[in-house]
């Protein structure tokens, strides 16, 4: 009798244990699905998803690591010059030509979509139609990294959309077909209006292959690059498709995507921000060019071969507060 009872108590505790783990195990299960949720974002969402993996310190329960922004130490009055993230970075007063900050600065170094500000350059030297329509071709397709793109084979868009998306988005088809339709003899001409662009500005450490910046050949310094986005801003097209935060455009009789800009800095209006790029393949790392005027400072920046999608931004806001604070 007493063996019977002693079984049935521990069937009762067994039974108990299962069924208590059953329930903890739906409860995480549910608590991880409301928590992918509050993650989602929307282009209509008032936070930036990347700004606010920047604002917001990482949690014991975080995997990854990420870069802080970090803030210049004053000692004596005078700020000390921030560490940056990236490999390599810049900023240079274009007022009086000192330089603000450095850090390999004349290390040659693969510069990924940063390529598509001497790209749009040359292509407005050509002083081709901006209202005319181009036909996305096969040749524009990336066939080196196979990138996404909406930009299908026999769409017809204005070089000034094409433009725009190249800019902004850092679209690599729209970059395409705006350099291979500039000049006569297309793309090998364009190529080489690039590389005569970039020593006509002094880029004495830079080679241009292709006008998307997707092969890894494409290279260049933080210095020579801060002269090619002082140069950028004189375009008054460039000035404006760098900075806007974000366009609908038709791409079919009954198809409106809506684009955004690449760089979070300029959809959240961290700073002032005339000229903006961002880049990104693996060989380059996360690239950022920026002009900024800083308490009325013209500021060039570079920040090539940064840690993650945050690095390259962190530096830049740890920049801008460097020079807020010399004043």
Do not use: W
């Not at 208590?20 to 928590?35: C, L, R």
């Not at 000034?160 to 998306?165: A, I, M, V």
Request: glycine share 6%; hydrophobic share 40%; proline share 3%.
């Amino acid at each position: 009798m007493i063996k019977k009872i002693l079984i049935l108590i521990l069937c009762s505790t067994f039974l108990g244990t299962s069924y208590a783990a059953k329930n903890s195990s739906a409860t995480k299960a549910k608590t991880h699905k409301k928590v992918k949720k509050k993650k989602t974002y929307s282009s209509s969402n008032k936070g930036d998803p990347i700004l606010d993996a920047i604002n917001t310190p990482a949690t014991t329960t975080s995997k990854r690591r990420k870069p802080k922004p970090v803030t210049p130490v004053v000692s004596g009055g005078i700020p000390r010059q921030p560490r940056l993230i990236s490999y390599a970075g810049y900023a240079v007063d274009l007022n009086t030509g000192e330089a603000l900050v450095s850090k390999n600065a004349s290390s040659q170094l693969s510069i990924a979509s940063i390529t598509k500000l001497m790209t749009a350059m040359v292509m407005l030297d050509s002083g081709a139609d901006l209202d005319e329509y181009i036909t996305i071709e096969e040749d524009d397709v990336d066939h080196l990294k196979n990138t996404f793109s909406r930009l299908r084979v026999g769409m017809q868009l204005r070089r000034r959309d094409l433009l725009l998306l190249a800019l902004m988005s850092s679209e690599n088809r729209a970059a395409h077909a705006i350099a291979r339709t500039a000049y006569p003899g297309g793309i090998n001409v364009f190529i080489q209006k690039m590389n005569a662009k970039a020593k006509a500005l002094g880029m004495n450490n830079s080679q241009f292959y292709d006008p998307t910046g997707l092969t890894p050949r494409n290279k260049s310094t933080a210095i020579d690059l801060t002269k090619m986005v002082a140069a950028a801003y004189k375009y008054e097209a460039i000035r404006e498709d760098t900075t806007t935060k974000g366009a609908d455009v038709m791409l079919g009789r009954n198809y409106t995507h809506h684009y955004m800009n690449s760089d979070a800095l300029v959809r959240t209006d961290k700073f002032q921000i005339e000229v903006s790029k961002t880049g990104f393949i693996n060989e380059a790392g996360h690239c950022l060019v920026l002009y900024a005027v800083v308490d009325n400072r013209p500021i060039a920046m570079a920040f090539l071969n940064s840690v993650g999608k945050n690095g390259r931004l962190v530096d830049a806001m740890a920049v801008e507060r460097y020079v807020d604070q010399m004043q």
